[in-house]
Every structure is written in C-alpha cells, then in structure tokens.
C-alpha cells in the first residue's frame, strides 16, 4: 500500500519556531513584510487569514482590519478636520473612543446605525454632557467619513442631542468665598497665586497653567491663545495681579507651580485648586472663579466685545448672558428706587375721629419708606464694611 503523500505547503508560507519554541506561520513573498498567521494551522481560519496576507490586507499587529470601526477612527485621526480641532477636544475625544473601540473596535463601520448612536447616547443618559460629547465625536467622525466616500449615509444626522439639564452649571464664587480663600491663602503661597491668576486673567484652568513671562509683552499686556477654542485673548496685566506674582512663589515658564515648584498639567491643577479652597471652607471649581470674573467685568461695564476680548468667547452668546445679567440687576435697583413715588392708600378705619387723627400722620408716609431707608443704611453699612 502506497503510503499517503504530504499536501504540498502553499506558495509563501513559511514555518519557524520562535523564542518560545512555540513553531508559528508566517506569509512573506520575497523580501516583502511578513504576516503572521494566528488560526490552526489548515483551519478555515488560518486559510482565510492566508488568502488575505497574499492580497496584502491581512493587518499586522497593532493594525487594525479595513473595514473596522478602528481602521475608520485610525484613519480619521491622520486627517486635518482632526488635527484643526484643539488639543483639549482631541484629548477628550480619544478618551471616549477608547471605551467605543473596546466594545466595538472590530465590527464593520458600514453596520453601524442611528439605533447604535441612540443606544449609546441612552448608556450615558445619567451624564448628558458625557451623552452630548459622545454623539460629537460620533459626528465628527462620520461627517468626515461620508465626505470622504467610506460611507452613504451618516447615523449621527438625524440623532438631536440630549437636553441640557436647567441648572447653573459650576457654582459661580462670591466675594465672601475671595474673601475666605485669601484669609486662608495669605500673600505668599503658591495656593494665592493660583486664585489671583484665575481670578484677574478669568483664564480656564488649562490656560491658567499654562500662563508665564512669555505670554507678557514689555508693555504688560498678557496674549495667550486659549487651549479649548484656539481663541486669541488679550488681558492687561493688574496691579494686583503683579503683587501677587512678586510675592509668590511662581515659575518663569508657568506662573502657577505646585508646593514642589512644579507646573501642573489641567487636571492636576483644577484637583489642587478645589482641594485649596475646600481648606477655605469653599466648595466650588476653578471655573467659578471665570465665573465671578466675568459677573464683576459686566457689572462695571464690560461690553460683549470687551468680553469676548478677555475671556476668548466667541458669537457673543456667553458675553450676552454676562450682560444681561448685569443689566437686569442694574434695571432692578433703579425699579426699586421708583417703588417710593407710590403714595399709600388711605387707612381705612371705623373707630372714633381720635383714631383717624391718631394715625392721620401715617398716610403721609409712602409704602415701604422706613424699609427702604433701613435697606440703604444696611447697604451702606456692608459697602463700608468691604472696603
């Protein structure tokens, strides 16, 4: 009886043992790249992945299949539309793709529908700005993919982003909690500094870190372009602003440096920041001290264009708010003010004419004018107070 005949190996496929004395398969034709085969050997898994490294379309590892969710998101990242977006939004962008591609790196961009972007709006609805932030990076994405041709249709067109929950956002400082933070940080900390670059640049965080000599001009104007937006803003430097910085500490790169006297990166800086104030008995953000800056702007003044100009905003729609605000409560003290040309009503009385002489002076006086003049004397006596 003849005995059986080996099965002639295919064309390029190379067998080694590697340094674990494990024998693996590799397709190489001539002194091209080399793909490793990862199936059984004479599987239809092993097969497939041959007949794909022979057509040069097997990924190699850390690559990612075409046709994938990842092969899209890898591609997407070497375009400008992606590179013209801030570091913050990259960063924070690449930060939800991680979760994205681990849960579904690896199946066919083309599947992918509207259902898939709602369901995964409704995983985050707990956190709506997370919810919000997903579907951006959803759209970014597939707007560029459908420009480019990878797609007919983008799944994120007809989703509406979830509401915006009706709250202040950060709670904005007041001055009693300035107040506390400078008791608590005198001149001369490194915590004093952080609050006086926040709070007489009104920067965000990321570029209040980040700020130093060489964003001043000889004249002491301070220019930075805002890490969030790419915005340019120009701020004048304060006197108070240059006390603070002389006392220090504070570094020559970045003015604001931790108790080592190192810089922080965002993150740190705005968990050090709370941390320091918490020590104060304040329990609020860095950014609500932007918040107390651009209140303070507005009430002496600021016009939307100045805003915009000293807190990198753009389309006048956070400078507006800021205005209006100010202007409502300056429209409400003048309204107060006019409350005394009312004339009270006449006391009604049924009693004898000694009670109407009794309180016949009382109807001379206007509504509220005992109260009014008290408020004023409280006003000015809280005005003195805080000078």
Do not use: C
């Not at 003849?2 to 494990?22: D, Q, T």
């Not at 006086?196 to 001043?216: C, E, I, K, M, S």
């Not at 340019?232 to 080592?260: F, K, N, Y």
């Amino acid at each position: 009886m003849i005995a059986a005949m080996p099965r002639p190996r295919k064309p390029h496929l190379h067998r080694e043992r590697n340094r674990h004395g494990a024998h693996v398969w590799y397709v190489r034709k001539g002194q091209g790249p080399r793909f490793r085969l990862r199936g059984e050997y004479g599987s239809h898994e092993f097969n497939a992945q041959y007949e794909a490294a022979i057509q040069g379309k097997l990924p190699q590892r850390g690559q990612a299949a075409a046709g994938t969710l990842r092969w899209l998101w890898d591609a997407y990242r070497k375009t400008d539309p992606w590179k013209a977006l801030s570091p913050a939004t990259r960063r924070q962008r690449e930060n939800i793709m991680l979760h994205v591609l681990k849960a579904a790196g690896d199946e066919p961009f083309g599947a992918i529908g509207s259902e898939d972007i709602v369901a995964g709006l409704d995983r985050r609805a707990d956190t709506p700005s997370a919810a919000r932030n997903f579907l951006d990076t959803m759209r970014g994405l597939f707007q560029w993919a459908k420009a480019r041709g990878h797609v007919r249709r983008d799944p994120t067109a007809d989703v509406k982003p979830p509401k915006r929950r009706r709250n202040a956002g950060f709670a904005p400082w007041t001055h009693e909690d300035v107040d506390a933070y400078q008791k608590r940080w005198p001149l001369g900390t490194p915590q004093r500094v952080w609050l006086d670059v926040l709070l007489y640049t009104g920067l965000r965080r990321g570029d209040a870190a980040r700020v130093g000599n060489q964003h001043v001009d000889e004249d002491g104007i301070i220019s930075i372009v805002t890490e969030k937006t790419g915005t340019p803003v120009v701020i004048p430097m304060l006197t108070v602003l240059q006390r603070g910085l002389l006392a220090g500490p504070r570094g020559r790169d970045s003015w604001i440096i931790g108790p080592r006297g190192k810089s922080f990166v965002k993150e740190a800086f705005g968990n050090a920041f709370s941390e320091a104030a918490s020590a104060a008995g304040v329990k609020k953000s860095a950014h609500g001290v932007r918040k107390i800056a651009a209140t303070i702007a507005a009430e002496n003044g600021a016009t939307e264009a100045e805003l915009d100009a000293i807190f990198g905003w753009t389309g006048g729609r956070m400078s507006a708010h800021y205005t209006r605000a100010a202007d409502r409560a300056k429209l409400a003290k003048r309204a107060a003010e006019k409350l005394k040309s009312i004339p009270a009503p006449l006391v009604k009385v049924r009693a004898s004419e000694q009670n109407n002489k009794q309180f016949q002076h009382h109807t001379k006086a206007l509504v509220g004018e005992e109260e009014v003049k008290s408020s004023s004397l409280g006003n000015n006596l809280q005005e003195s107070a805080g000078e």
